[in-house]
């Protein structure tokens, strides 16, 4: 985006949403250019096109900024998008089903089956996961990245709560490469 692109959603975003931001409620962040160095010159993977491979390793990328930037904030991180539909209550739905997975070591639960879509990481987690998708971010998408990561840490089966409480309701979607 150009600079001036940039400064009018800043505008959009602080007329909609002031109060939160001074709140600290929102916040409004920006990678700087120089955290996608990365991405030049990648090795296609999956028979993907060259412009599949930028945008999933970018995306890759991003979550990773994200985590970084969160590990600190909270307790939780709730990775979400904004072509999602929520089912009512869904804050205690999330909290209910963290109280009923306290007994076992999980590192994410699931609140939808879709992509990287409503998963519900413990921000002490976060800094490893990032690390592990700085190791193969060029190498496949998050979803997968993050399915392995779980298997190999251990992740027990039964995280994915049912009935899932986001839906993916974009007309894009990352997983069918479009």
Known sequence: LSQRSRERIKLKLKERFNDNLEQGLVQIIEAPRSFYSQLVGLKRTFGDT???MYWRSKQNM???FLFKYAEVLSEYYLQMEDDVLSVANYSGAIRQFI???KSIPWIILEFSGWGFIGKLFRN???Y???RFLKLFYNDMPCDYLLWNYMRIMGQP????RVPELFSHIGK???KLGT
């Open 62 to 64: 991003d979550y990773i």
């Open 157 to 160: 089966q039964n995280t994915l």
């Open 124 to 126: 002490s987690s976060l």
């Open 128 to 130: 490893h996961i990032a």
């Open 99 to 101: 109280r009923e997975k």
């Open 172 to 174: 894009q979607s990352s």
């Open 50 to 52: 060259q412009e599949r």
